[in-house]
């Protein structure tokens, strides 16, 4: 068994590490699509396509971000839209993170002589796998992490921590094995190892390129002592070497532009400021206090803090701000000589959050702990240690500690499960900012809860007067309403703001179209197109709708296929496609292309009952039957089923099942002159003549060039003997281009004594 004890001292602390990180997160796997997601993954169309590198490559302005997009296409092609697997990849990367600040720690923890003291005294030793493991699982039960491993789109920042650990990692084992006789060639591998998972992380990331950074702190503090004079003049070539690099792949991979730097952006963290750079370097140490805070007390998490800007050093909250960070800071570079890892855990918070200072939009975000704090774990497992000597004191103290860490994120994740939850979450600690009122009212209007999504899109709005956005989605929640005049009105406020935004086009073009205005809609439907082809499959889904309408059905076909081609797994487009071959009487195409939207989309109910039409023409009337009581299972309103199955219990002689359905047929579409039409037949088959004259009557109301309701009215006319106003009824079907029997035109003819 001895043999087996250093193998067992390694598998244990992984599985205790990765089933600590499942347990926790468990309850995130199902956790929608929030925010970013939407942009990056669901209406992003360059990761629909694996060999799709040069759109994956363009979907930001520089490449910063590659990798990890790359990852999205593999889960799409994967997993599609299926949540499960993108928390998976995001819940394994975690795992593998924490598992390497397990690594790391048990690598800066051999590394004794030098001692992280600057006694003589042992460094506790004997403690070494548990001090590593602690920080392991400090780190992956930290609720600060959930940004990071919950929101998918944050995977940028969990994948370039896991490059940037691993890099450093590879990069330690490569300058040990290079100071050992003979394992030159094994120090080169980690070399490059470590040089191949920097690029990767770079291309994740930005955040990585404080890697250099980093190592030449860790030569400085653990690889080179300072009384050993014969290394300084090496470590300082190292660190010349590096910083070298650094300054060298920044411009040339990011096209650092200067000028970016110093020039004003909207601020994305408060509404109404311009971030000016001398502003933002203020605003810092801010936020470096929040995160401070949050580490040591993880309470009142936000997704979307309203942060505005320091206007002056001596503003109260920015002076104490900036006296803390200096605080800690000079504690850090104090406690190098009394305590090397404590000290090195804080410089790593800080050097790693050192990207912060250059000006972005977003001035603070949870995620971005997640590379600092590694340090503090570190830190804070080894100061643990370092003050509780008794091992079963140091048990009890991070038992409690990982307890009471590990309750937070379970916590933290429940906000998580929901976009009106997490957006409630939001405007209840940022109840001055927008933008939580904005998707929170989108995340109402999703799920068709119109009057509490326009009560908060309208708070949006007064609160940000000038974000389109909101009045794009404010036209979305009275299009849904049908009330399309006021959706018009709304996309017009929306356009006057940005008229660069396809989405803003289509949804007013859908407005136009579904108040049969075509030509504008059209118009619509073509400016969004020509703005972004590539992101257009709505505005080609909806045009080939309006050339539906128009029965300009090559065009309608052609921008389905287009619809289709940009996006494989739009449910609508094939069903739409579908009716077109249906149309056209290709049966086997539509009911390909119905059965395509139906494994995407199992509660279309549109798409059964348009299936079901097809088997009723085809004479399957129990399959058509199955197809409409389904699509009428899923929406009991669904005014087209009722319709399409009282059709076929006409064909099958259930005249009674037929007239209750085109009852409720009438009751749901009271002006539609075909569900007036076929329930006359019906009351024509039940001998009900008077009462099939009155449906006859009604739809000729409501579309008084119906020819064939005046012919079968014609008929009814006949069977009641009233052959003048049946004769009258068929000469005004034929006018209407009906084709109207010569023979029957003659009898009537006769009978009235008209030649």
Known sequence: MRHLRPLLEKIFPVLAILLLGCLLYANSLRTPFQFDDKEFIVDNPAIRNLNNFEGIWKVLSQ???????????????FHHYDVLGYHAVNLAIHGGTAVLVWVFTRLILGLWPPGNTGKKEAPLPQKKNIIALTAALLYVAHPVQTQAVTYITQRFESLATLFYLAALCCYIKGRLLTSRAGKGLKGFIFFLSAALLAVLGMFTKEVVMTLPLTVLLFEIYFLNEAGKEKRRGSWRGIGFGIILLFILIVPALFSFDPAVLLSPRVSESHDGEMIT???????????LAVFLRLFIFPAGQNLDYDFPLSQSLFEPTTF???????GVLSLALIMKSKDKLISFGLLWFFLTLSVGFVPRSHIIFEHKLYLASVGLCVALAWGLARCLKDTRLFAVVTGVLLILLSFLTIQRNKVWRSEIVLWQDVVQKSPHKSRGYLNLGIAYLDQGQYDLALKYLQKSAALHPRRAKVYNNIGNVYSRMNKFDLAILEYNKALALDRSNLRIYSNRGYAYLLLKQYPQALADFNQAIALKPSHAEQAYNNRGNVYDKLEKYDLALADYNQAIARNPLFAKAYNNRGCIYLVKKQYQRALDDFRRALELDPDYGITYNNRGSIYRELGQYDLALADMNKAIHLNPGHAEAYLNRGLVYNKIKEFGRALADLDKASELMPQDPRVFFHRGVTHVWQKAYESAIGDFSNALTFDPDLAVAYYNRS?????????????????????LGYNVDRAYLDKLRKSTGYY
């Open 320 to 326: 104490f701000s900036f006296l803390g960070v200096v």
């Open 63 to 77: 490449p910063s971000r590659f990798v990890g997009l790359y990852t999205f296409a593999l889960n799409y092609h």
């Open 277 to 287: 750079l001398d502003r933002y370097f203020l605003t810092q140490f801010r936020v």
């Open 715 to 735: 008929l009814t006319y006949r069977i009641l003997g009233d052959t003048q106003r049946a004769l009258e009824d068929a000469l005004k079907a034929e006018s």
